[in-house]
């Protein structure tokens, strides 16, 4: 019962940094858009999933878990939508 208590690695938190970071820099590579939001998908249901068990009173999790959820969550949330408005424009060959 005492580890219950003792804070513990948000799952999935570093998954969650690493694809939305990465789904950025990938959103704007042109055979790469697909890829990133992939990524920035992946990210954000990760990251709902985090928050979903974050939400259990029981449960405690470190800041920094936490922190890197967020970060990636946001960055998710950046390079999904460039990468959608990026594929657009290639797609429709504005942007050669």
């Not at 005492?2 to 938190?13: A, G, I, T, V």
């Not at 950025?24 to 068990?53: D, E, I």
């Amino acid at each position: 019962m005492s580890d219950q208590l003792e804070p513990k690695r948000l799952p999935l938190s570093t998954v969650t940094l690493v694809f939305g970071v990465l789904s950025v820099p990938l959103a704007f590579a042109r055979h790469l858009c697909s890829l990133a939001v992939v990524l920035g998908v992946l990210a954000l249901a990760f990251a709902l999933w985090g928050r979903s068990r974050q939400g259990h009173p029981l449960r405690r999790f470190t800041e920094r878990s936490l922190k890197h959820s967020v970060l990636g969550f946001r960055a998710a949330i950046v390079g999904t939508a460039s990468a959608v408005v990026m594929w657009v424009l290639y797609a429709t060959n504005t942007i050669l």
